[in-house]
């Protein structure tokens, strides 16, 4: 099969904004198809020549098909292109355009809507993860309009509920893969987490800030930057991901007391530009912190009432809340779901050209 045009969807999900493959349409040599992906998205800062918003969180892609798992509805790939960098990256997963993997499904008639709500089953291929997606499906049709209102997207859209199942560790093996909830690295104390996202939590006051700069004043900030890249780059090894150099992960969290009634506040370096709001499994990791006393979180919030929290996370757009189920095993808290709210909306169908010197 010649891969000259290829059909796509994009579609927002959450606050990000990605373009949506079936499977069977792209090349099963991943060489190919990573080389296809960055043809369509684009290989340049400005993406000028592709699809991509020359942003990471316009420049994602997702790879979809029928789930090969039996306890399963579909598989969902994700594939992160680095902007400006000409490579893609495929270690983290993206909750954000997780939350669109339904659209296409039903879209593509991958998964046949059944009355009110329908409950797709998602196998998060990158991080070998279920998570149950709740859609709006009234008259056995997908629902687009609604009044759920999520931070960092205008208007209101019908909701989707996101149920993440056991992801303690999905990405480095444990939820705290250093083997400490504290690790002082570089003078800087520090927590590594991976509830979902392996994510570096520091107190803004580490790093001389208040932690309610802009996200503009942040990336701008080349000292800083310097400072989280080393840190970074340090740790990668420390939480089992290797040498991170050329790794979207893991990402670099700034906390602060809460501003605006929530339980923490963020900024977070993902890895080198700050997010305009926060990532979806990020927010995980975050609020998972928060759940243990002798993580750097402690400083700002110490949670109580278990099994089930709400957590609000503060970032530069608004917030965004989790909610977390745990149980306790052998006196260890065990995190097992974590549930939130997101949109998503179907922009464009249509085929894409990839360059046609991209197909030798
Ligand atoms: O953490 C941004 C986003 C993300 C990823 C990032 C995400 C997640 O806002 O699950 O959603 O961390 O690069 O889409």
Redesign the pocket.
């Known amino acids: 099969m010649g891969y000259e045009s290829i059909p796509y969807m994009q579609i927002r ?4 904004k990605g373009i949506y493959f079936d499977k069977n349409d792209l090349p099963q040599d991943e060489n190919l198809r990573d080389e296809i992906i960055l043809s369509i998205v684009g290989r340049d800062s400005r993406q000028i020549d592709g699809l991509g918003g020359a942003n ?2 316009t420049s ?1 892609v997702a790879i979809i098909s029928k789930s090969e798992k039996d306890n399963c509805d579909i598989d969902f790939l994700f594939v ?1 292109v680095v902007v400006g960098e000409n490579r893609v990256d495929s270690s ?7 939350s669109g993997v339904g659209v296409f499904a039903i879209e593509n008639k991958m998964v046949i809507p059944t009355e009110n709500t329908t409950t797709i089953k998602v196998n998060m291929i990158n991080s070998n993860n279920i998570c149950e997606l709740v859609m709006q499906t009234p008259n056995k049709k997908l629902k687009f309009d609604g009044d759920a209102r999520i931070d ?1 997207v205008p208007g209101t859209s019908a909701p989707i509920i996101c149920n993440y199942l056991d992801v303690a560790g999905s990405v480095c093996g444990s939820l705290f893969p250093t083997g400490n909830k504290k690790d002082v690295v570089n003078d800087i104390d520090i927590t590594c987490i991976d509830n ?2 392996p994510v570096v939590l520091i107190n803004a006051s580490q790093l001389g800030l208040t932690g309610y700069e802009s996200c503009e004043e942040l990336t701008n900030n080349a000292e800083l930057r310097k400072t989280l890249e080393e840190l970074r780059l340090e740790v990668g090894p420390m939480m089992n991901l290797g040498e991170v150099s050329k790794k ?1 992960v893991p ?1 670099m969290t700034i906390i602060s007391a809460p501003k605006n009634g929530g339980s923490i506040n963020t900024r ?1 370096f ?2 080198h530009n700050c ?1 305009a ?9 975050v609020a998972s912190a928060c759940l243990y006393d002798e993580c750097v979180t402690s400083d700002i919030i110490k949670v109580k009432n278990m099994p089930i929290v709400n957590l609000t996370i503060e970032h530069p757009s608004g917030e965004f809340t989790v909610e977390l189920t745990s149980e306790k095993i052998n006196d260890e808290l065990n995190i097992k779901k974590a549930g939130l709210l997101r949109t998503a909306r179907l922009l464009s169908k249509g085929v894409a050209y990839p360059h046609p010197a991209d197909l030798n």
């Open positions: 999900g959450g606050s990000s990471p969180l994602k992160q983290p997963n993206c909750g954000n355009i997780l960092g979902g996202m979207v990402k977070t993902i890895p997010h709001a926060i990532g979806v499994l990020g927010a995980v990791s």
